[in-house]
């Protein structure tokens, strides 16, 4: 069975140097790090207003989910979710972990850094060539045991870790079958299109923890530049800080507040084309902040990578080509945002 890991080796981040700033040796925000002033300020009237969520925050124990789920689908494609059942210790525990990762000093990092072809360890952003300036951000990318990665950290005091990882990917894989189902049911697919989508067996995911530490000057510098995710459906935990931004037509960069106990949902290419484009994508980047060390969990949901992948067989014109999952990652892997113009029917 070809893995994540093999798309990416046939795409190595060419660029051997690109490895995370040593941040903690570090006073002011590098050219290197310098981002061309944005065109629009970030969006004012929602950073006002601290408790505007700004897309649908949607209670999953209510009756009303499954319709609000939908709609939030078609309008946003990207909701939040309360009341999902993930246990809010092992989520608190996550963010601990990460936090623990996060503080080791830059080479004891260094050491599980993820190689040129890779796909798991610590590194940049996978999106980082596609830009010329870097990003304020370091990251740690698992999928499925970070056992042998751990094991290079903590010698003697790796098994918490691990054992906290897999209990999360776990719950949300749980959690993204869950809403998977609703949203599927929604685009009235087939149960062998729902089978795909949630197959047990050789279903992709990834878990990427993101680190965006303190920034001298956060006007200057960006988290993450603008992307879509890949996969079907990605679920992120901002552990309460805000940072996520999302391109609002008309209004322009603007924040989505982090709910307590909140997953925020987002509709990945592969859901995007699946909808034949019904579900939109929205954009989205990271700020960064001047006080508070930033983390974010995110969690990537796929079907099997040697499936295919095409619209739901229920539109009669489908505005995409059918391809192998891999055959997508391996586009976006070379032609970052322009992937999807280039499977449009
Ligand atoms: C399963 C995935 C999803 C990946 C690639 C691979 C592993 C790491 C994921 C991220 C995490 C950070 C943002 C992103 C844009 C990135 O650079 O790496 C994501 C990307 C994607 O959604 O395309
Ligand atoms: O840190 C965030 O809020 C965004 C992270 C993100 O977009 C990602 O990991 O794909
Ligand atoms: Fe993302």
Redesign the pocket.
């Known amino acids: 069975m070809t893995t ?1 890991s093999e798309v990416y080796r046939n795409d190595p981040i060419t660029d051997h140097h690109i490895i995370p700033l040593d941040f903690d040796s570090i006073d002011e925000v590098p050219e290197s790090h310098t981002w061309p002033r944005f065109d629009e300020p970030i969006n004012k009237i929602q950073t006002n207003n601290i408790k505007d969520p700004l897309i649908p925050v949607i209670d999953l124990a209510s009756p009303n989910a499954r319709n609000l789920i939908g709609q939030a689908c078609e309008t946003w494609g990207m909701f939040q979710v309360i009341n999902h059942g993930v246990p809010s210790e092992l989520v608190k525990n996550v963010e601990y972990e990460s936090r623990r990762l996060f503080a080791l000093q830059t080479h004891e990092k260094r050491r599980v850094l993820r190689s040129a072809d890779g ?1 798991t360890g610590y590194g940049v ?4 060539p596609f830009f010329d300036k870097r990003m304020w951000h370091e ?1 740690f ?1 698992i ?1 499925g045991s970070c056992a042998d990665d751990a094991k290079v950290l903590w010698p003697h005091d790796y098994q918490r870790f691990c054992d906290t990882m897999d209990a999360y990917q776990q719950q949300m894989k749980l959690l993204s079958h869950r809403l998977l189902l609703i949203i599927l049911e929604k685009l009235d697919a087939t149960q062998e299109e729902i089978n795909w989508a949630i197959s047990t067996q050789d279903s ?3 878990l ?1 923890l ?1 680190s965006y530490p303190c920034c001298p000057n956060p006007s200057l510098a960006l988290g ?1 530049a603008p ?5 079907l459906l ?1 679920l992120l935990n901002q552990c309460g800080i805000s940072g996520l931004e999302i391109f609002v037509e008309g209004s322009g960069w603007s924040q989505v507040q982090p709910v307590e106990d909140a997953f925020v949902v987002n509709v ?2 592969l859901l995007h084309m699946f909808s034949n484009a019904k579900f939109p994508l929205l954009s989205h980047r990271a700020s960064v902040n001047q006080s508070n060390h930033r983390i974010s969990i ?1 969690y ?1 949901h ?1 079907p099997p990578i040697e499936s295919r992948v095409a619209p739901s067989s229920k539109f009669q014109k489908p505005c995409f080509k059918s391809l192998l999952v891999k055959e997508y990652l391996i586009l ?1 892997a070379k032609h970052f945002s322009r992937a999807l113009s280039l499977i449009q029917t």
Not at 125 to 128: C, H, P
Request: glycine share 12%.
């Open positions: 994540l796909a952003a996978r999106i980082s990251g990318t999928m992709q995911q990834a990427q993101n993450l992307h879509t995710d890949s996969l990605t990945g290419d995110a990537f796929g976006k």
